[in-house]
């Protein structure tokens, strides 16, 4: 009989949550075509190209929606089942809280699990194709241009390279300051070049017709090259191309190999290290709206189910948002990267196993 009853209940909650995103999916759609509209008119995008926009877009909605449909799928069929007071009659059989919402929790944990690779693999895949079109045929957020690129390749250098061509994979007007480790205002060392081409076999950087300046004290001294091999740059031509890619558009495994690469140049990986490990705590999201929202459900006495998912959805929503306050103080670095990501999660989590001990208690 449980069989039957726990395969009747996990049908109708999926049913239900499949039904969600796809409402959700679709308000979303509309709005931000809408929004979007006189963009897609005025770069002549075509059919084709709005399609394939929110095709990409689809994946990042259903991402920030799970959550909130899996619990509203959830209190909908525990809904359904008071309405019938086929609820009651659970209860009155001696079947626990847990025991109704085990179909619930197995279920949402399966989700939760495919939500890590979803959220940390296709959803980033979908947004780089998606940011691709925003920025060809919308013009939104061109700033994946490889001119003037700068960034710290140790904690003592900085890169400053004027123009990159990705397709043959040579730096063009670079620039390379080395600053005293002991004074990191103190400049002791430039390198000026024209060209600057990396070789595989080597792992050098070649530099072609520059100058290289040597601080010491007031004096200065200068020597011009015509090839110059610089084997201590702490970067590849992938790596010039990977510096533009957001965070966004970044896998789990991407973002795991740039904090590796980040901290081996000895600079802070925090925000990114925020990033990885929010994507994995917000794939569990589901499971704590879940594990807070239904004991309301079940233990509704004195209110009706309307004002039950309302007061849910209110919560929700209020850890939804405690955990990017979170991930804001997290990045001023008052929190551990780890600590930032899952402390919403930790304290939802408390608070919906009290809820669930109340429960089973009365």
């Known amino acids: 009989m449980f069989k039957i009853l726990d395969k009747y209940l996990t049908k109708q909650f999926i049913l239900t949550l499949l039904f969600g995103l796809l409402a959700f999916i679709f308000i979303f759609i509309i709005i931000d075509l809408m929004e979007k509209l006189d963009d897609f008119i005025d770069n002549s995008a075509g059919l084709k190209i709005v399609l394939q ?76 194709e998606r940011i691709y079109i925003e920025q060809k045929f919308l013009r939104i957020g061109l700033v994946r241009n490889q001119n003037n690129i700068i960034f710290q390749d140790s904690p003592t250098r900085i890169i400053t390279i004027r123009y990159f061509d990705p397709k043959q994979k040579v730096v063009n007007r670079v620039g390379i300051e080395e600053f005293d480790k002991n004074n990191p205002t103190k400049l002791i060392e430039r390198i000026d070049a024209k060209r600057m081409k990396y070789d595989y076999k080597s792992k050098a950087w070649i530099l072609h017709d520059g100058v290289k300046r040597i ?115 997290g990045k001023n670095g008052s929190l551990n990267p780890f600590l930032t990501a899952w402390l919403a999660n930790i304290i939802f989590l408390a608070g919906a196993i009290i809820n669930i001990i109340r429960v089973q208690r009365s």
Do not use: C, W
Not at 55 to 77: D, G, H, K
Not at 99 to 119: D, E, H, K, M
Not at 232 to 241: A, G, S, V
């Open 53 to 128: 926009y929110y095709f990409y877009l689809m994946p990042e909605i259903i991402r920030l929606m799970l959550p909130v449909s899996v619990l509203l799928s959830a209190l909908f069929t525990m809904g359904k089942l008071s309405e019938t007071n086929e609820a009651t009659a659970m209860k009155s059989s001696g079947m626990s809280f847990l025991r109704i919402a085990q179909p619930f929790i197995l279920t949402t944990v399966l989700i939760s699990l495919f939500a890590v690779y979803f959220g940390g693999y296709l959803v980033p895949q979908a947004n780089k």
């Open 215 to 329: 601080f010491k004290g007031n004096s200065e001294e200068l020597k011009t090259f015509t090839t110059l091999a610089e084997n201590n740059l702490n970067f590849k031509p992938e790596d010039i191309l990977k510096k533009q890619i957001k965070p966004t558009e970044m896998t789990l495994s991407q973002l795991s190999s740039e904090i590796k690469n980040i901290l081996h140049s000895g600079n802070d990986p925090t925000r990114l290290e925020i990033e990885y490990h929010s994507r994995i705590a917000f794939a569990f999201a589901s499971i704590i709206t879940l594990l807070f929202g239904l004991p309301l459900t079940l233990n509704k006495r004195h209110t009706g189910i309307a004002l039950q998912i309302g007061i849910n959805l209110l919560i929700t929503f209020v850890y939804l948002a405690f955990m990017q306050i979170s991930q804001a103080f």
